[in-house]
Structures are given as structure tokens and as C-alpha cells.
């Protein structure tokens, strides 16, 4: 069965840096990878999508980049700011299941000070 | 416009009691999801609904779990004769019909406590 490996370690980095998130991958390699993002006693939003053709997708400060040589993802947050200190969760799709029948990984927190 | 509905937000049974979880997704999604977070764990699968389609319940953990969606809309999750293990977060999620690339609208989540 697939296993995606997400940082357990909460990622602490100052306002204004570049946070990069990492999400790894064993087994097959999905068509897509979604990154959402985790508050505190909310449900996930979701982020971004990447498709396994696309090397890297971009949305204001967020890129992702997708590697299905290293079987990783790469989730990039500029400019950061104390309002992106969350939980991001990387989430792929497991192929010819008929319909997205995404699997999560665990994820990883982010905490960006001032 | 409105997100996806789940309740109640919290919900703290006995050990061995039934329990009925609602979910109500955004108007016009025809696929939805139950997915439980347990402490700790990834978002764990546990059973799709497309339409008027025979739901994918492989992800239930065991015949203690059922799940019907009435009318193409509103979901219930019921657990029967709770055990301390169901203690986890339930989610709720839907999306638009496609090719698979939909990203889901999730619910805040039923926080279930089981004594």
C-alpha cells in the first residue's frame, strides 16, 4: 500500500523566511498530489494541485514542486508570515480506484514567528 | 456561500452506545467523503458516495460502521456499540463530480469521545 512520509517535527522559521515542506512518497506513483491546510479544530482546505506531468505549480506565495523520479513533493511558502503557522498535509491519489480516494499523510505543523 | 455542515462538533458517549454522526455538503457536490483522524494519524478513508451510485465502503473498519446518504445529500455516519478505539475527529468532505482532480471541501469535524 502506499506510504507517504510527511515531517512529524513541527517546522519553526521566522516571519519573512522561506518555509519548504516536505512530502515523500513509496510505492506507485499517483497522477496528482493535492497540499491542504490544517487549523486547529478545523477541517483540511485545500491548497494546490499538482499533476504528475507538472514539474511546479504556483498560487501567489505557495509553489509546489513534484519529483516522480525522488518520489517527492516539495511544498513552498514565501514571505512567510505568522498567519501560515498551521498544519499543511500532503495528499495523493491512488490510481484506477474509479474515483479520488485520496490518501493523506500525517503532516507537518508549521509555526512562523515574528 | 456555504461550506460543508457537521454535527454535532462534539460528541461524548459511553462505551457500547450508538452514536449518529450528520454531514451536510455544499449544495451541488454529488461526491462525499467520511474520512477519521485519529490523534496523531493521517486522514484515514472510510467511505465515498457519487451520486445515486453503490457507495465504496472499503474503507470502514469494521460492520459496527454504516453510513447512508438520503436523497443525494445529507450523510449520516452511525457507529454502533462504540468502543474506545472510534475516539477520533470525523470528517466530512464533498466535491464537485469529475475526472478525479475535484479538490474536497471538508467539514470542521465531529470531535467523538468514547468513555
Known amino acids: 500500500s502506499q506510504k507517504i512520509e510527511q515531517n512529524s517535527e513541527a517546522l519553526n522559521i521566522q516571519e519573512g523566511k522561506t518555509a519548504t515542506l516536505t512530502c515523500n512518497y513509496t510505492?506507485?506513483?499517483?497522477?496528482?498530489l493535492q497540499w491542504y491546510r490544517q487549523d486547529p479544530g478545523r477541517g483540511p482546505v485545500f491548497l494546490l494541485l499538482?499533476?504528475?506531468?507538472?514539474k511546479e505549480k504556483r498560487k501567489e506565495r505557495l509553489k509546489v514542486t513534484f519529483d516522480t523520479t525522488l518520489k517527492q513533493s516539495l511544498f513552498h511558502i514565501t514571505a512567510s508570515q505568522p498567519a501560515d503557522s498551521a498544519t499543511y498535509l500532503c495528499a495523493l491519489d491512488r490510481p484506477n480506484t474509479g474515483f479520488q480516494k485520496l490518501v493523506f499523510g500525517t503532516g507537518t505543523r508549521l509555526l512562523v514567528s515574528p | 456561500g456555504a461550506g460543508v455542515s457537521q454535527s454535532p462538533s462534539n460528541k461524548v458517549t459511553e462505551k457500547g452506545k450508538d452514536v449518529e454522526l450528520r454531514c451536510d455538503p455544499i449544495s451541488g457536490h454529488t461526491a462525499l467523503y467520511w474520512y477519521r483522524q485519529s490523534l496523531g494519524q493521517g486522514l484515514e478513508f472510510l467511505i465515498y458516495?457519487?451520486?445515486?451510485?453503490?457507495?465504496?465502503k472499503s474503507g470502514l473498519p469494521s460492520d459496527r460502521f454504516s453510513a447512508e446518504r438520503t436523497g443525494g445529500s445529507v450523510s449520516t455516519l452511525t457507529i454502533q456499540r462504540t468502543q474506545q478505539e472510534d475516539s477520533a475527529v470525523y470528517l466530512c468532505a464533498s466535491s464537485l463530480p469529475g475526472q478525479g482532480y475535484s479538490p474536497l471541501h471538508f467539514g470542521n469535524g465531529t470531535r467523538l469521545t468514547v468513555t
Open positions: 499538482i499533476r504528475e506531468n507538472e
Open positions: 458516495f457519487q451520486g445515486n451510485s453503490a457507495p465504496d
Open positions: 510505492n506507485y506513483s499517483p497522477a496528482y
